[in-house]
């Protein structure tokens, strides 16, 4: 397969105009699985790190969990048709598929153009490398709603049964400003920069068409989705990761993440569902818990993140195992009992969420949290496992304040748009 | 002077903890200049950059901007006494001293304490490096305000004459909750999650004394501040920070940056003024605007960021050049012409600001924009070209929201605290 050369690719903006054959030679590239293909191997903020925007998969879902991210939820215009969905959504693939490999957005860019329209892509990001950026677009339960005894985009039959609206848990404290959505872009980047970006530009693509609903800018990521990487902590100071999904374990990925075929629909056959939830933690009254308390709330220990019942931080919990006085090692109401696949059917989900702060309340609190982000093959595993946590010693020092679910179309081939097998 | 070993310092927590002697081993470090100390030359997010907290003068000034940035701003409570200040400030430095050098806070940290008392740091950067942490105390003008007739601080008469909230500026909309601040820290690092721990660590030790009024993240820097540094670009698509004062030049720091001992007050040499101003950018209008008017607004191209008089980056505007028709080259409403020294009695300031990217608004635009820092020898100088900015054709797709103004006291030798000169 051909593959531009590294500094054609390597750096977006100036070298990039001067070198890409517009839209055309990116989409020659990697026509086969969305997986890794590093321009070169190094980490940290101003990677060159590179992701195959086409495959089999979105990536962004087994991808290993990039540090930053920015997350939009956008709603179709009142008056939108489903050949303005049809049109954004091709607009979208082939921005994406620019982005994701640090090129511009539209062949002239930010300063290739004539001086007397705008430039086609905003600039910000102009001299960064691609940074590992990844786009994953999802679709809402409310974009194949009918309004007002209307089918706005002739999708209503094409819904998939499991996207519905995620049920009420106790404890939820939903703001609907930060839940829905028709349409969401979780853009996941070594450098914020180069997210913020991405969205910014996408949702200038989306201009007249559709509009930002919320938005979540996530500055760290607290999963890990591949063995390569070390655990991050969540803002309770926990390792959060450590018994996630991770991309290495093909047959989980397989029986967890990806609908098949039988699930059915057909059309969203390779993809996944993604579940989304802003959860705000109590940090001020969390700091003031005891460790000893703390590490039983969680079911792991604090500093190396090992299970209650003892080992290392990879040692598999002993759910059954007691304490001298004969007590559960991991608390009855322990999070990772209850979110354990024992006690769970099995079900495992595929976690890649980020901390965030947004400022702070009216109290002198922090705004912060963890924007949990999941990919199941089925949003009723989600939910069976966020009713078991009804129980998690944890929600004291919970709010959910957001809350969203998506159908996540598989990825596409070069040339094709990520809205074909919806519309097609 | 005695440096403890790499080891001890290039990791916090387990390591830290086991190596370190507490704060005595942390005072004794570095009581010379707050100038670079670099473990490492590396760059990066997983950087193990670390600056001397201690010295002549705070870092986070002069120090190569860091990518990222936590910024607070704190009301003292309503009952709290000189004491509880002097206090504050003490408890302050001392976490500062050991978090700048990638010590958790308190000697037994988020895990080496007693298992029935709070850890006494939250975790959050367990196992994360210094990654350039400074932290920058600066003081507001209300700290000195008498309260119902009560010098609540007993610092009256110790305030700067020219520390006054700032005067109202054309178009600003600012809103009382993100302006002004009894005190104020800036806690910039390569990694988002070591500015955000710091801030709400300090936060925790403020508890009953003062607490947050308001807070902002920035993503990433707008400004060089060293020539080692390329210049990034804000959220315009413009490079900033080009000729912003850097740190190689110590005469243009000398003049433009500290306060020197005849400015007065004496316990304020070596010391600085900080503004901040939330300054929203209208993103979506801004990138409807054509490429040449954005270029004339600005001053400057976009792509390389030469100024519109001809040259490359680094190239001196020629503010009298003409364009063939015999217009001005650097048109008369340019933000670089009314910014710059020759139009404001040869007044710089050294620019340290940040993008930022807080959600959105109910319309769908992205609440986004530049969060500005400067640090000047006199607000005044600020004042004087903001209000030369009057005539900024930028202003158009700006608005200001927030202003803060805070003076920054010099830096302190290792066993003081940076409330000593004001209250001692
Ligand atoms: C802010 C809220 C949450 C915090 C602080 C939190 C924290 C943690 C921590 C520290 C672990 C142990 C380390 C690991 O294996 O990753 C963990 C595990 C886990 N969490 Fe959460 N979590 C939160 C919300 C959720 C939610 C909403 C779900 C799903 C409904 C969830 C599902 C899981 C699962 C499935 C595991 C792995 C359990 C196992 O197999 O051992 N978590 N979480
Ligand atoms: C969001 C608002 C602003 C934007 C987008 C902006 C953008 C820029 C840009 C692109 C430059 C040219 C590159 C450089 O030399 O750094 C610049 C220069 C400058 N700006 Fe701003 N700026 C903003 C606000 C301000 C404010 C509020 C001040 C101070 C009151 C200011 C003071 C300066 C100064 C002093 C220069 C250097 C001028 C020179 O000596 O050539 N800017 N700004």
């Known amino acids: 397969m051909p593959e531009p050369s590294p500094s054609d ?9 001067a070198a890409a054959g517009g839209v055309g030679a990116v989409a020659g590239l990697a026509a086969g699985a969305a997986a890794v293909s590093a321009a070169d191997g190094g980490g940290g903020s101003a990677s060159a790190r590179r992701y195959d925007f086409y495959g089999r998969h979105q990536a962004g879902i087994t991808t290993p969990a990039q540090d930053r991210l920015h997350f939009a939820a956008f709603d179709m215009s009142a008056d939108a048709s489903r050949d303005d969905l049809a049109a954004l959504l091709a ?14 957005v539209g062949e002239s860019g930010a300063v290739g153009g004539s001086p007397y329209a705008p430039p086609e892509d905003t600039g910000e990001a ?20 009918t309004a007002d005894g209307v089918d706005r985009f002739g999708i209503a039959d094409r819904r998939p049964p499991a996207l519905e609206p995620l049920p009420r848990f106790t404890g939820d404290a939903l703001v609907p400003e930060k839940s829905g959505g028709d ?27 559709a509009s930002l609903r919320w938005s979540q800018l996530g500055f760290g990521r607290t999963s890990s989705t591949s063995t390569s990487q070390t655990t991050p902590r969540n803002l309770f100071g926990f390792k959060d990761g450590t018994a996630n999904i991770k991309a290495e374990e093909p047959d989980a990925v397989a029986e967890h993440v990806w609908v098949s075929a039988d699930d059915g629909p057909g059309w969203l ?17 969390w700091d003031r818990v005891q460790l000893a308390e703390q590490e039983d709330l969680v079911g792991r220990t604090k500093g190396e993140g090992g299970p209650m019942s003892g080992g290392g931080e990879f040692t598999e919990l002993d759910l059954t195992a007691t304490t001298p006085d004969g007590a559960p090692a991991i608390a009855d109401d322990a999070h990772v009992r209850l979110a354990h696949p024992d006690v769970n059917g099995g079900i495992r989900l595929l976690r890649r969420g980020y901390n965030f702060v947004d400022g702070n309340d009216e109290l002198g609190r922090l705004d912060a949290g963890l924007f949990f982000l999941s990919f199941q093959r089925d949003p009723a595993r989600f939910v069976a496992v966020q009713r078991s946590l009804a129980r998690d010693g944890l929600n004291e020092y919970l709010r959910h304040v957001g809350s969203a679910v998506f159908a996540v179309p598989p990825g596409v081939q070069a040339g094709a748009s990520i809205g074909d097998g919806l519309l097609g």
């Open 91 to 104: 607009d979208w693939t082939e921005a994406a598929a620019r982005m994701t490999q640090g090129l511009e």
């Open 183 to 209: 349409l969401c872009v979780q853009a996941c980047a070594d450098d914020p920069q180069v997210a913020v970006h991405a969205i910014r530009n996408l949702s200038r693509i989306a201009f007249g068409r």
């Open 269 to 285: 056959a390779g993809g996944s569902y993604l579940v989304a939830r802003r959860i705000r933690m109590i940090i001020e009254s």
């Open 9 to 17: 690719l390597s750096r977006r903006g100036l070298l990039g105009l």
């Open 126 to 145: 102009l001299g960064l490398p691609a940074s590992g950026l990844t786009l994953t677009f999802g679709f809402g339960p409310t974009l194949f709603e």
